[in-house]
């Protein structure tokens, strides 16, 4: 029963964010206005009960708005049902072929030019709407007309545009300001507001024809040679944004607490989108996706299954029945401004800078601009032509130098060495006068038989001229030193960093510390000293707070798998939060929470706890009496809350055994003197069981804060909490309304979830993404 009530609200959120985005991208493509409720209703109904993805939310597709205009134009309405037909027909063929996971494989590069290209080409053909007149044919057709339809606007639609557009990015502010405005979705704020405005005027409004049997779809007419094109387009667009969403959507999903939907089933969702394509086709409605946007609302909205997302379409239908006529009041440049603003947020340039920092950008500009100027369907053709270009440079650059060190040459190689490698190697071993002692480092992956036996026969003939050859790897340590000796390059596992201690200094921690920052120095920089450098123009832009102990064994980058610029990161001992105004001596951490909440604007914040805590022992202890005036005892004081917790909690029952004291169904967080317990097993002893307790307890302290209480209110901010079993090298991220630490799956990154088709990136609070 309470999850009907969660997926009831959450569907009547989608409802009033679906209609009017449904009206515009009808309106944005030139097919008849009713044929974007049916999209809706069908994505909604058909696809939500037999897609892989429940909390998924499918209806008109804005990626395939130019591809559908151009269909419209060119064969007419009826005929484009027909492909919509056909383009559901081959997803349902390529969904039964198991090839979902395949599509996943298009560069990232490719996939968001193709998106931020349509965002233009959408966008700039709305804008016509906006100022009164019709789009044209192409992006470019468009922009030659922009200037004279700016000379000949509406007197009054631009106004109506600009006041809806206002509405929409002013919205999300108004929501976090007014309590009683949560509730309300800025789409349908913003129509609401343009049909209220235009009342007085006459202006093009929504034209809703009457509602009857639709006509079968009539065979295209053409080249059977661009109609099988049209058919693969709308299948790649639809698909390809179908399952990218699904991702998203699942990821999203699974980084809330509480219960959660199944896990996305990739090609199932493929199917149901096929589908829902056929049923929608058939029907008279626009082609079928699903949507990002629709479906991260659905998960915020608080949806826990596919219910909400079936009836979201139950409610278009029913809507779009009996309130026609409360649909033909809208403005048709109130939709043309919802759906362009939707265009330009296709355009993300947090997306422009990431692939720009993978060294993708040609890649996204040869894209984006090809889908501009031509299509669709050339834009992914050229993207994925320059991206191989780009592989292949890549694969066969190779760099080769010779230097004198003392009485060694060195030959350092970096790259991969193939055939193409043997002429620049050649070159380079001809500069090695013959009896030289030389070490040859290899700094790649790869080498084939060619490069092979043209290496191997200079090292053989140069030691027959009584010269030395060590081949070395990008450390210069020989290859054939045996592999216990480790040598600590970047992202290789760790072992005892004996490699890091230099032979000139003796074995102890600060040698050990010298000779690490020498191995920085030598292979680290390199490979950061460029992304070290934009983030020391840019300045710092962390998306997490992450707090933990000073523990020496707690190596926070590479628990959360981040890297410079990531999480923002405070240590101290017994990972403490101390009350707000409890003494000036612990201004330190109120400090970095204040900075890191109100400056840098993270988006949560993570308490880690960890096994084997010193400072959890002391609490523990006799050593560290409460009225002890030591610098120790004193910051420990604020950890006695937790430690009084679990002597109240404990006094009950055994240790471990204590769960959350809530009643069955009730949605009441856990008494304080309850024990927070592992799902997967029983808690060891009293002193992992106090750092369990402890970070409960610091998570209360922190939304004590002020700054804190504020933005978690706003919903702007999100605490988590965690605890790192040490000895296990395992995770756990608690739940907090039952007080359950849940173990973070290998291959997700989140808590709980099965490997599977979904299994992504997507990691704990307070990592890298």
């Known amino acids: ?20 985005l449904s009206l515009g991208i009808a309106l944005a493509t030139g097919a008849p206005l009713q044929s974007g409720l049916v999209a809706a209703a069908v994505g909604g109904i058909v696809a939500g009960l037999l897609g892989g993805t429940p909390l998924q939310v499918s209806g008109g597709a804005t990626s395939l708005v130019v591809v559908t205009a151009g269909l419209v134009e060119r064969y007419g309405w009826r005929a484009t049902c027909a492909i919509t037909v056909l383009a559901g027909l081959a997803q349902l063929l390529l969904g039964g072929l198991r090839v979902a996971r395949a599509a996943l494989a298009v560069s990232p590069a490719i996939v968001h030019g193709m998106l931020a290209g349509i965002g233009t080409v959408i966008a700039i053909g709305q804008l016509h709407v906006v100022l009164g007149g019709s789009p ?66 006459s202006v093009p409004r929504v034209d809703l024809p009457r509602w009857t049997a639709p006509g079968l779809p009539a065979p295209p007419g053409g080249p059977a040679t661009a109609i099988v094109a049209a058919v693969l387009t709308v299948t790649l667009v639809a698909s390809m944004e179908s399952l990218l969403s699904a991702v998203a959507v699942d990821a999203l999903q699974t980084r809330r607490p509480g219960p959660h939907a199944p896990p996305a089933r990739l090609d199932r969702e493929l199917l149901g989108q096929g589908a829902a394509n056929v049923v929608s086709g058939l029907l008279g409605g626009l ?50 401004a919802l759906v362009m603003l939707v265009g330009v947020r296709m355009v993300s340039f947090a997306h422009i800078r990431h692939i720009q920092r993978h060294r993708e950008f040609p890649v996204y500009a040869v894209t984006l601009g090809t889908v501009v100027v031509f299509g669709v369907l050339q834009g992914v053709a050229a993207g994925i032509a320059v991206a191989a ?94 592999v216990s000796a480790h040598t600590c390059r970047p992202w290789t596992p760790w072992r005892n960093h004996h490699c890091t201690r230099p032979t000139a200094v003796p074995a102890t921690s600060g040698g050990q510390l010298l000779g690490g920052v020498g191995n920085f120095q030598r292979h680290t920089a390199p490979l950061v000293r460029d992304e070290l450098a934009r983030l020391a123009r840019e300045g710092q832009q962390p998306g997490q707070l992450f707090l933990t102990c000073a523990d020496s064994r707690l190596v926070t980058s590479m628990i959360t798998s981040s890297g410079p610029g990531d999480p923002f990161t405070v240590r101290n001992v017994g990972n403490m939060v101390p009350p707000p105004e409890s003494d000036a001596s612990c201004d330190s951490v109120a400090a970095a929470v204040e900075y890191a909440v109100d400056v840098l604007q993270v988006s949560s914040i993570t308490v880690c706890g960890h096994s084997g805590c010193g400072a959890m022992q002391a609490l523990l202890g006799s050593a560290h009496e409460p009225g002890a005036q030591t610098p120790l005892a004193r910051w420990l004081r604020h950890g006695r809350p937790g430690l009084s917790r679990l002597t109240a909690a404990t006094a009950a029952g055994p240790v471990g055994a204590a769960a959350p004291r809530t009643a069955p169904g009730s949605d009441a967080a856990p008494v304080p003197s309850a024990l927070p317990r592992f799902e997967d097993r029983p808690a060891a002893d009293d002193q992992e069981l106090l750092a369990l307790i402890n970070v409960m307890t610091q998570l209360e302290n922190l939304t004590a804060h002020p700054c804190v209480a504020q933005r978690v209110a706003d919903g702007t901010l999100h605490l988590h909490g965690m605890y790192f079993h040490v000895a296990e090298a395992q995770a756990y991220i608690l739940d907090p309304p039952t007080g359950v630490f849940v173990p973070v799956r290998p291959g997700t990154g989140v808590p709980g979830a099965p490997g599977g088709e979904a299994a992504t990136s997507a990691a704990i609070p307070a990592t890298k993404v």
């Not at 029963?1 to 009017?20: C, E, G, K, N, Q």
């Not at 007309?145 to 990015?169: N, R, Y």
């Open 1 to 20: 029963m309470r999850h009907h009530r969660h997926d009831v609200s959450a569907s009547i959120t989608v409802f009033l964010i679906a209609v009017p």
């Open 389 to 482: 270009a780009l592989a292949l440079h890549r694969i066969t650059r190779i760099r080769v130098t010779v230097t004198q060190e003392g009485g060694c040459h060195r030959v350092r190689a970096s790259g991969q060495l193939t055939f193409l490698a043997v002429p620049r190697l050649a070159k380079a071993f001809a500069e090695v006068p013959a009896g030289a002692n030389v070490v040859v480092e290899l700094d790649g992956s790869f080498m084939d038989h060619a490069a092979y036996e043209a290496l191997n026969a200079w090292s053989t003939r140069h030691r027959s001229r009584g010269g030395r050859v060590v081949l070395g790897d990008g450390d210069g340590r020989a290859v054939s030193e045996p």
């Open 287 to 336: 082609p079928v996706a699903g949507g990002a946007m629709r479906g991260s609302a659905n998960v915020e909205a608080g949806a826990l299954t596919r219910r909400s997302t079936v009836l979201h379409g139950v409610w278009v239908l029913l809507c779009a029945g009996f309130a026609a006529g409360v649909l033909e009041e809208i403005p048709l440049a109130a939709l043309a």
């Open 136 to 201: 044209q044919v192409s992006a470019v057709d468009n922009i030659a007309a922009l200037p004279d339809q700016l000379m000949h606007s509406h007197p009054v639609t631009p106004v109506i545009g600009a006041a809806t557009a206002a509405v929409l990015l002013g919205w999300p502010r108004l929501r976090s300001r007014f309590r009683a405005l949560r509730a309300v979705p800025a789409p349908l704020a913003a129509v609401a507001m343009a049909t209220a405005v235009s009342a007085a005027w």
